[in-house]
Nanobody, 125 residues
Framework: QVQLVESGGSLVQAGGSLRLSCIPSGLTVSMFNMAWFRQAPGKEREFAASINWSGGTTDYADSVKGRFTISRDNAKNTVYLQMNSLKPEDTAVYYC??????????????????WGQGTQVTVSS
C-alpha cells in the first residue's frame, strides 16, 4: 500500500522560510514524477511545483517561481519543497503527489496517482 507523508508545515511570519518533506512508503521516488500542490481555504487545489523522475527537470507555478525550490534525495527516498520569502497568500494545505513518469510534467491533479494527507502552512502578515 502506497502512502505519502508530508511534514514541515508550520506558522511562519511573512518573509520567512520553511522546508516541507514528503516521505513515501511503498513507492520509490526515483521511479515517479513528484509534485507539490496546495489548497487554500475556499479555493481549488492548485499546482505549485513538480520534478521529474530523474530530477533533471522541474516546473513551477508562476506564483511561486523564484521563491520555492523542489528537490529530491533518492538515497533518502524523500522529496522536498524549500519555500523562501513566504507571503500570506502562500497560506494553504500543501500536498505531495506522485505520478507515473512521463516525459512532460503535469500541472493538473489528473497527472498524479498517489496523494498525501497534507501539511498546513500558515503565513502571518
Amino acid at each position: 500500500q502506497v502512502q505519502l507523508v508530508e511534514s514541515g508545515g508550520s506558522l511562519v511570519q511573512a518573509g520567512g522560510s520553511l522546508r516541507l518533506s514528503c516521505i513515501p512508503s511503498g513507492l520509490t521516488v526515483s521511479m515517479f514524477n513528484m509534485a507539490w500542490f496546495r489548497q487554500a481555504p475556499g479555493k481549488e487545489r492548485e499546482f505549485a511545483a513538480s520534478i521529474n523522475w530523474s530530477g533533471g527537470t522541474t516546473d513551477y507555478a508562476d506564483s511561486v517561481k523564484g521563491r520555492f525550490t523542489i528537490s529530491r534525495d533518492n538515497a533518502k527516498n524523500t522529496v522536498y519543497l524549500q519555500m523562501n520569502s513566504l507571503k500570506p497568500e502562500d497560506t494553504a494545505v500543501y500536498y505531495c503527489a506522485a505520478g507515473i513518469r512521463t516525459a512532460v510534467l503535469s500541472r493538473t491533479r489528473h497527472g498524479y496517482v498517489y496523494w498525501g494527507q497534507g501539511t498546513q502552512v500558515t503565513v502571518s502578515s
